[in-house]
């Protein structure tokens, strides 16, 4: 709204006056309006055009002044009267005085909410009308509000329907406006203020006036006076009650009206007395009077709700209440302050005295002297005054457990200021009522009935004026004589004073149980008004006109009583009528047809009690058919508001349940769900039991079984896709698409309507099914059948199966919708596309579930009906639950339990939750509800929630005849392993059943230890008689420890763990862990109310979680999702323990290894920095000697800044309390990575100080022939100086004298040939074996490729006795052709690959660029690889090598490695032939001889000597840095090195899948550490290609620019050096190179024999250098390229070797079946072996023997079959898979776990190089086998990497 539209200002003296200024126009001249009505057809804001934000109270102000607006261009001023005639006013006439005395107002604006209205409404215009007089009406304008713009279409029908609102409108002229209740709309205020004006103009400009209002003040006055005039009050009370037009004033509702002047005052004066004080009750108990308490907000655990609540200061009373309440505990009305506690114990110590003299009267006398203090607040008025504040849901909730208390509820409740009667039918929506009646023929029926639905007869009771005896006392004697069904006087607490119960009318019900103690045949309403009835006359018309009977309490009859007229119209009604006279001693009597008198004096409780009963038992059987009760009726009574018909949310709500209920109505309910829950019924359970058996395989050829499996599963769910959604469920999701509080009420409604249809239905199935059962039971008790009972007994359980699955079919509630619409989102999900009758997408319904969760709803966590937890649509409804709370933490809480033995009833009473606890809604599977930890608890409890998970009863399925032992272990195993805690309920003190439900927890717990989850338990006995008893307690607790120890010891047998007892498996203090439990029930139900001390444990027990949760951070919502996913994948498997994964974990630790990874990195990096640094003073003979020390001093930095990112990982991480366990172990690995690294470097740079000696010659010879060059080409330039301007002869000279020079260096030094490896290595052969022929170099294989080394070994022979015969055969076997076992071709393999291995790095001591190849070199080589063979054939194998497998092995590795030599023996060849060296540096030496024979000084010629001499050093550091800076980048930049081990591994495969090359394949399969340091090598290539020009080329320079820059500074420094210590061009030249010896390597040994006495002129030599320096530098970025990195730098820098060394440090331990590769990234690591996805066997070539055939397995499901077995060779054993373990080596050191990852890749492999593969290990597929799997596309099995690979 923009600010020329409106514009408020305050104005307190307002012009009295409308006449206009003569000055101003018709708009500018101001208007004055007054709006009154209800302020809830507006909505107060600043955008409110008329009333802006809402004002104060009116109560807070003395006067009422207008706010200033300006609306559509006129100055209004805005009188606000809203809620005026409901407000207590001091001085309500002096206010309206003011009003009319200080303005004249042109229009009064009835606000009224269209559609809506109400009885004050109605009386509005009277009141205005009474106040003001006739007049005012031509000043009226009705204004209807909306909501929704749609309302405005049907105002006119609506005016048409409502007489009483034609009849308003013509009154006001039939004027009217509407707009919307926001009042913002500015074309609706334009037309306001033109109807006000057209209005103000049919006045003719007039407007109401002080004049017109005294006239109506004097009329006021006469008709008083006439009043007081009047001495008949008799005559005036008939005339009163027979003349309604007459106008007397009276007080109703909030309306204004007539009585005598002096009857006001005193009523007036009375009623702000109360409103005083019940303001005062409201502020005493920190409420206020408007809906401010929220179920969302009581539910939550708070700090409060942890304190006792014996007494509690007067501002936690409501706390208590409610508290105490929620958990069933009738005490909660006993509840006292501590004010008053103190108080009586005060007095109790102050009259005591240890003085036995004095005398006993003074004293007795004596106490009635203290000082009283004031009345406690009553009970029931915190009760009301909680119930007049609460929302309609506190509300409902706080009835709910009213009742399950058995206390009565409120029926008709006046409001506490208007005295407006409401009807809070909406309360008693959830409550059900049952009990027994006998037939005729004496069968006993139960019945379950809504008390809302349920027609029974009904009592009131009434009391007129003050009697002595207790109305509410006799009626308790009636229900329950042990139980304060009403609230008594007697009853604790009970005070003087009670401000909020007079008018309201209570209910309770009678429920029979068929037993001889009954006091009533049938179900019985008793309805309790409270306060006087002849000040009810509204409560009580109802309660006549509905009841059965009528019970009347009074003194006795008096007809001058003033309620005598009303006793009369009783006795005239038919309906029996009892009366109790208080002042009679009279028993029982028959006063006329249906009328009893009792005399209630001087009697005895129970005889008049006795006489009550009987008095109303006869009069009930003859009024039962013609009145009957019904609790919905009450709301057909006009003058009452009914809460379900205010609430529009409600009534919408409402509407919308039955319109979904109507599609139901007509349907036999056992074809219900069949027709209208397609989804989730045959085809549903037909999948998940296809899911169980594809998780447990039972054929021979697994992989074909779960292919077929699958494609079933497949089928199912299209078909279920297919299936139509039902109208029902359409309308289900349109409806939860709707606003928070309407979907509220409408999933309220839903539930509530579902119920009342199925209830009739489901009882009585379940009393079939008790009698049928009952039957069973009886023939299985007798031992000895004879053939026909076992007939019998067969009948009898398939007709108790049959009412079970009628049971099952004919359960309908709103877990089986949310179930329906689970299935619809995962038939779409597995078929990836939308159901076409969907309105909806179908990704959106998760959302529905967790709005749900939210709001309190329960979800379905397993599927009770199938057995299954539909993982697909938990895990989206959690990641919904994400998206809307954050990722939120929870402690998760389960039960477990066998059925019926109270579980869900104790979560209800311990939370206040709504878990179905009814005998005929137990629960099925598993639900889990959350429950809000308030702000003040996170800082204890670190978490922001409590899961709750509710379980179906252990045993539960017994009942239909089923197995149920498999079921409750899977049930039991999922529920703990989900728990942090987990309540195990026990039931009564049956031995029996103890042990076995034990047994099955144990088992659970066993399992949880062995996967190292760590749930703990408490023990909950229920039941149990004298739990105070301690002896007792000590006993249970033994009994229970030594059956928990006997449990362990089956449970540790069955699950192969070594376990005695009890604690081995679990932390558990039987002294804390166990809590017992008093019965549920004070006595015998229906009746009977919740046992106190039951509710005390239950307060009891909620402290001992909160205790154990406090010591828990719980866990995230994400990770919530993945436990359940992990869980219940292991569940499926028949053995959990060796199925499940922890997914949590591995997800931590691969984070934790990432982490690992950069740790690491950070360590290498600076280690890097400071070799080079130190390889460059060893060169420069700065230093010349290394020690350890001195390197971890260097460290230090990295290592204090690499601790502290660890540290912080650890405690900062979200999953820090996952990863605390690997913390110790991987600071040692770090701090071992740490030590290592510091004694590799020291160990290189030993090398390179041992090397330098060696090197010092070649430099030296180098160097001197250098500077033999520059001294001749001086003298040389000397004898030319005069020719400096021939170019032509200079150069002819310079050339001759050049290749004179050279041939006599080259004569001394004769030239470094080329090499010939391969050449070598073959004479070194012919040496050795003298037989070697040329065919023996052709027939050389690569056996880094070769399929199986069988062709290279030969059998061990054997001596002694039987040696010759076992030679004889091994020669013959050897003759057919030796065939090696699978493990003996694996450990040949891992021998090649560590030779390979070590032989790489004893090649990379050699330092051949630096030093040059020498043949001895491939002599060591060579002896070291004979060496190793000869160690390996010492060892425990059957066979031994044959010459041609050293031959192939040594020239395998030889020419992997021949490339590198020579370009090592290359690159030192470059550097150190003279030939090529000095052809080199012709330029150079010839710029030199120039400047010489140009004359230029000293100092110029050794300042561009020393940058020819800076050249090769700044080329080599500006290489190896630029290497170390790209590798960081790649490990940041590349993807496919950005990562840990895992991720590289995926791009490998992503590689070998887009090149297809089965050679490379092998390699992988069979070398993975050579292929992935030859992937990295490619990739480094392929970075630097792609990125030169954009960082490659950019990182060069920037190292160029920063090394140029500190060669200057050098150079700078040096001169100021020399000139500050007077010293010569040596000290410059020292210092200068000193300065550099840390970037460089470059000293003053490179100059030696370089003259350079004569240079004086330091400041022209740093000159020199600046100018000189930048070509040096051109020269040598214009030679790099992409090439130049493995030309330029020695092995050991380059970029792709410093990414091996670093990614390459991990584990390569390869699976013995397929050949995966451990995933771990430390060598060495602890634990198992491990990887996340495994291969199919096949590929490794393992085969079927009976077959021969390849094996199509893949390992995690060949784990799981029953009779697959395997061979070990070396042992010559059989084992059986899924005891691959005991088959001990590196079997035992891996963990495979039984699941279906499968990676579709390897599927695609097998299929695409099936033809290869079968060459390979000369065998074939089963071709029907891995038929099935070639659907998958090279794109599916790339992008499954993508989708595993996370």
């Known amino acids: 709204m923009s600010s ?108 009224v909410r269209l559609g809506q209205l109400t009885d004050a409404d109605k009386m509005g215009l009277e009141w205005l009308q009474t106040v003001f007089g006739d007049r005012i009406l031509q000043f009226v304008i009705i204004l209807f509000t909306y909501e929704r713009e749609e309302e405005c279409d049907t105002i006119i029908d609506d005016l048409k329907k409502n007489s009483v609102m034609e009849q308003l409108l013509n009154k006001c002229g039939g004027r009217y406006h509407t707009c919307s209740k926001t009042m913002n709309n500015r074309s609706e205020m334009r037309d306001l203020m033109k109807e006000i004006d057209r209005l103000f103009n049919e006045n003719k400009d007039q407007c109401y006036t002080v004049e017109m209002y005294n006239t109506q003040l004097n009329r006021h006055s006469n008709l008083q006076k006439n009043e007081n005039d009047s001495d008949k009050p008799t005559i005036k009370k008939k005339s009163m009650e027979h003349t309604p037009s007459r106008e007397l004033q009276y007080i109703h509702k909030g309306i204004v009206g007539y009585y005598s002047s002096t009857h006001i005052r005193l009523e007036q004066h009375h009623k702000k007395e109360i409103n005083e004080k019940v303001k005062q009750l409201f502020d005493q108990l920190h409420l206020k009077s408007h809906n401010n308490l929220r179920a969302s907000d009581v539910l939550q655990i708070t700090s409060h709700s942890l304190q006792s609540n014996e007494s509690c200061a007067e501002e936690d009373l409501v706390k208590n209440y409610l508290q105490t309440l929620l958990m069933m505990n009738y005490r909660a009305r006993h509840i006292t302050t501590k004010e008053t506690s103190e108080h009586y114990h005060t007095l109790e110590t102050d009259n005591a005295s240890d003085d036995d003299e004095g005398d006993l009267f003074d004293i007795m006398s004596s106490s009635n002297a203290v000082t009283s203090k004031s009345d406690s607040i009553h009970p029931m008025d915190v009760q009301m005054a909680v119930f007049h504040c609460a929302d309609i849901f506190l509300k409902q909730l706080m009835v709910t457990k009213l009742s399950q208390c058995q206390f009565a ?38 019945r379950v009935q809504s008390v809302c639905k349920a027609e029974t007869p009904m009592v009131s009771f009434f009391r007129f004026g003050s009697v002595s005896s207790s109305k509410s006392q006799l009626m308790n004697s009636l229900i329950n004589e042990k139980h304060n069904t009403f609230f008594t006087r007697n009853c604790p607490g009970s005070s003087r004073t009670r401000l909020l119960m007079d008018g309201v009318v209570e209910i309770a019900w009678y429920c029979p149980s068929e037993k001889n103690t009954d006091k009533f045949t049938d179900c019985v309403a008793f309805c309790n008004l409270h306060g006087d009835a002849g000040d009810n006359e509204t409560q009580m018309k109802i309660l006549t006109e509905m009841s059965s009977v009528n019970v009347v309490l009074l003194t006795k009859l008096d007809k001058n009583d003033k309620n005598a007229s009303k006793i009369q119209e009783l006795l005239k009604n038919s309906k029996p009528l009892i009366f109790l006279f208080t002042a009679e001693e009279s028993a029982v009597s028959k006063v006329k047809n249906r009328k009893y008198k009792i005399g209630l004096k001087d009697r005895n409780q129970s ?365 039991a195993t999922f529920v703990v392993g989900l728990g942090y805690l987990t309540l195990i309920n026990i039931f009564g003190e049956n031995p029996s059943e103890m042990q076995e439900i034990l047994q099955i927890v144990v088992q659970a717990f066993l399992r949880m230890k062995k996967v190292k989850l760590n749930p703990s338990c408490i023990f909950v006995h229920q039941n149990v008689s004298d739990i105070t008893a301690g002896e007792r307690n000590m006993e249970g607790r033994r009994r229970l420890l030594d059956t928990l120890d006997q449990m362990t010891e089956l449970a540790a047998k069955e699950e192969v763990y070594d376990a005695e007892c009890f604690s081995d498996v679990i932390k558990f203090d039987v002294q804390n ?62 053995r959990f323990v060796f199925s499940f994964r922890n997914s949590l974990e591995i997800s931590a630790y691969r984070r934790l290894e990432t982490e690992y990874s950069k740790w690491t990195w950070t360590l290498r990096s600076a280690i890097m920095k400071i070799q080079t640094k130190l390889h460059n003073q060893i060169d420069n003979e700065v230093i010349n000697e290394i020690v350890e020390t001195d390197l971890q001093k260097e460290l230090e930095e990295k290592s204090d800044e690499v601790t502290k990112s660890m540290s912080e990982f650890f405690d900062k991480d979200t999953d820090s309390d996952i990863l605390i366990q690997w913390k110790t172990s991987f600071e040692i690995k770090l701090s071992e990575l740490q030590e290592n690294i510091v004694k590799e470097t020291t160990w290189k740079l030993n090398e390179i100080l041992q090397q330098r000696d060696l090197k010092r010659k070649l430099d030296a010879q180098g160097t001197h022939h250098e500077n033999t060059l520059l001294e001749k080409s001086k003298e040389l330039a000397l004898q030319h100086k005069d020719k400096t301007n021939d170019e032509e002869t200079l150069k002819r000279e310079f050339g001759v004298f050049w290749e004179e020079c050279v041939k006599k260096i080259t004569t001394d030094s004769p030239p470094i040939k080329d090499i010939d490896i391969l050449k ?133 590795i030889f020419k992997r490695v021949n490339k590198t030599l020579t370009d090592q023996h290359k690159k030192f060849r470059d550097a150190n032939d003279p030939d090529l060296y000095l052809e080199k540096k012709k330029r150079e030496y010839y710029s030199i001889f120039q400047k010489y024979c140009q004359g230029a000084t000293s100092a110029a010629i050794f300042g561009e000597i020393i940058c020819q001499k800076l050249k090769e050093p ?22 496919s090195l950005n990562g840990n081990r895992s991720n590289l591994e995926k791009h490998i495969l992503k590689r070998l899948a887009e090149e297809e090359n089965f050679d490379k394949y092998i390699n992988y399969i069979h070398n993975p550490r ?221 963990s495979i776990t039984p699941d279906l990852s499968e990676l579709p890749y390897w599927k695609w492999f097998m299929c695409r190089f099936q033809d290869d593969l079968e060459k390979y290990y000369e065998r074939t597929f089963r071709c029907e086998t891995t038929e099935e799997w070639r659907i998958y596309t090279k794109k599916d099995a790339i992008e499954s990497l993508d989708t595993y690979f996370k």
Request: negative net charge; charged residues 25%; hydrophobic residues 35%.
């Open 4 to 111: 020329t539209d409106i514009t408020v200002y305050a104005v307190n003296n307002p012009p009295r006056s409308k006449e206009k200024d003569p000055h101003l126009s018709d708009k500018e001249s101001p208007l004055t309006v007054a709006l009154f009505g209800n302020s809830t057809s507006v909505q107060f804001g600043h955008d409110n055009t008329l009333l802006g934000e809402e004002s104060h109270p009116l109560k807070e102000f003395s006067r009422i002044d207008p706010v200033q607006m300006k609306i559509s261009e006129h100055n209004v001023s805005v009188i606000n009267m809203l809620d005026f005639t409901e407000r207590q006013l001091d001085s309500v006439d002096h206010l309206i005085g003011q009003l009319v005395h200080e303005n004249e107002i042109c229009a009064f604006i009835f606000v």
């Open 409 to 446: 509820l409120p029926l008709l409740v006046p409001h506490p200021f208007t005295q407006h009667i409401e009807f809070p039918l909406w309360t008693f929506r959830q409550i059900n009522k049952s009990w027994k009646i006998r037939r005729p023929d004496n069968d006993i029926i139960s």
């Open 607 to 971: 005889d008049v009690s006795e006489e009550l009963r009987r008095a109303i038992n006869d009069c009930l059987p003859s009024s039962g058919s013609a009145s009957v009760f019904r609790l919905e009726d009450v709301s057909k009574h006009s003058n009452i508001r009914v809460d379900e018909e205010d609430n529009e949310d409600c009534r919408r709500g409402r509407e919308a349940a039955q319109q979904m209920m109507s599609l139901l109505k007509n349907k036999p309910l056992k074809e219900i769900k069949e027709s209208f829950l397609p989804h989730q019924g045959e085809l549903w359970h037909l999948w998940c039991q296809k899911n169980k058996e594809l998780h447990r395989p039972q054929g021979k050829d697994i992989e074909q079984e779960i292919s077929r499996k699958q494609t079933e599963m497949k089928k199912i769910r299209e078909k279920q896709h297919e299936s139509d959604t039902s109208e029902c469920i359409k309308l289900f999701i349109k409806q939860m698409t709707s606003h928070d509080v309407k979907k509220m009420f409408f999933l309220r409604w839903l539930r509530i309507l579902l119920d009342e249809f199925t209830s009739a239905d489901l009882s009585v199935l379940y009393q079939k099914y008790n009698k049928k059962w009952s039957t069973v039971l009886k023939l299985k008790e007798n031992a000895k059948l004879k053939s026909e009972e076992e007939e019998q007994l067969k009948a009898e359980q398939t007709q108790l199966e049959l009412i079970s699955s009628d049971l099952q079919a004919t359960a309908f509630g709103l877990e089986h919708i949310m179930r329906e619409i689970s299935q619809i989102y995962e038939s779409c999900l597995y078929v990836k596309k939308n159901k076409t009758d969907l309105e909806f997408d179908f990704s959106s319904l998760p959302s529905l579930a967790a709005d749900m969760m939210i709001s309190g709803f329960p979800l379905e966590l397993m599927d009770g009906d199938a057995a299954h937890v539909p993982v697909m649509w938990v895990t989206a409804v959690l990641d919904k639950l994400i998206q809307k709370l954050g990722d939120q933490r929870v402690f998760v809480l389960s039960i477990l339990g066998i059925q019926s033995s109270g579980k869900s009833t104790m979560l209800n009473a311990m939370f206040g939750l709504e878990f179905a606890v009814s005998a005929g809604r137990c629960t099925r599977g598993a639900f889990m509800q959350l429950i809000r930890v308030s702000e003040d608890m996170k800082h204890q409890m670190k978490f922001d929630y409590i899961l709750v998970v509710d379980t179906e009863g252990l045993r539960a399925s017994e009942l239909a005849g089923r197995s149920t032992r498999h079921h409750d272990n899977e049930l």
């Open 1073 to 1134: 862990d166990v809590e017992y439990f008093a019965q549920l029930w004070e006595g015998s139900p229906p009746m009977a109310p919740p046992n106190p001390n039951y509710c005390e444990n239950v307060e009891k027990l909620r402290k001992a979680i909160v205790s154990h949760a406090s010591n828990s951070t719980g866990m995230r919502l994400t990770h919530l999702c993945q436990r359940i996913q992990d869980l219940w994948e292991a569940s499926l498997n028949e």
């Open 1320 to 1452: 070598d290595v073959r004479e070194l052969l012919s040496d050795i074996y003298e037989s070697v022929n040329v065919d023996t170099w052709n027939d050389i294989r690569n056996i880094f490729t070769v399929p199986n080394y069988s062709d290279y070994v030969q059998l061990k022979r054997s001596s002694g006795v039987t040696g010759h015969l076992k030679n004889v055969i091994k020669a013959a076997k050897e003759k057919i052709g030796l065939k090696l076992s699978k493990e003996d071709e694996t450990q040949i393999r891992t021998f090649i690959t560590d030779v390979s291995y070590h032989t790489d790095e004893m090649i990379q001591s050699y330092n051949i660029s630096k030093l040059g190849y020498n043949i001895s070199y491939i002599q060591q080589l060579t002896d070291y690889i004979k060496a190793r063979i000869t160690e390996y054939e010492k060892g425990p194998v059957k066979y031994v090598f044959k010459r041609e497998f050293f031959i192939d092995l040594l020239f395998s």
């Open 1514 to 1535: 700044i080329e080599q550091s500006v290489y190896r840095q630029t290497a170390r800076d790209l590798a960081d980048e790649m490990r940041s930049n590349c993807p």
């Open 1570 to 1790: 050579d292929h992935f340091k030859s992937f990295i090598r490619d990739e480094v290539s392929q970075y630097i290609r792609d990125q030169f020009s954009v960082s490659v080329q950019l990182k060069m320079n920037q190292n160029i620019e920063l090394l140029q820059k500190k060669i200057m500074t050098a150079a700078h420094k040096s001169t100021q050096h020399v000139q500050e210590n007077r010293g010569n061009v040596d000290v410059w030249l020292k210092f200068f190179t000193q300065k550099l010896s840390d970037v460089l390597m470059f000293s003053v040994k490179d100059f030696s024999g370089v003259k350079h006495d004569d240079v004086d002129d330091y400041k022209l030599l740093e000159d020199v250098i600046r100018k000189e320096l930048p070509s040096i530098t051109s020269d040598i970025t214009r030679e790099f390229s992409t090439d130049s990195f493995d030309v330029k730098l020695d092995l050991n820098y380059r970029t792709d070797e410093i990414v091996i060394d670093h990614l390459c440090q991990c584990c390569w331990v390869q699976c013995p079946f397929c050949k995966a590769i451990c995933t771990n990234t430390i060598e060495n690591h602890d634990g198992d072996h491990s990887v996340p996805f495994h291969r199919v066997d096949g590929i490794n070539g393992w085969f079927y023997t009976k077959s021969n055939h390849l094996c199509v397995n893949f390992c995690t499901t060949v784990v799981t079959a029953e009779h697959a077995s395997f061979k070990v060779e070396t042992s010559d054993q059989w084992f059986y898979h899924k005891e691959y373990r005991k088959a001990g080596g590196v079997y035992a050191e891996w």
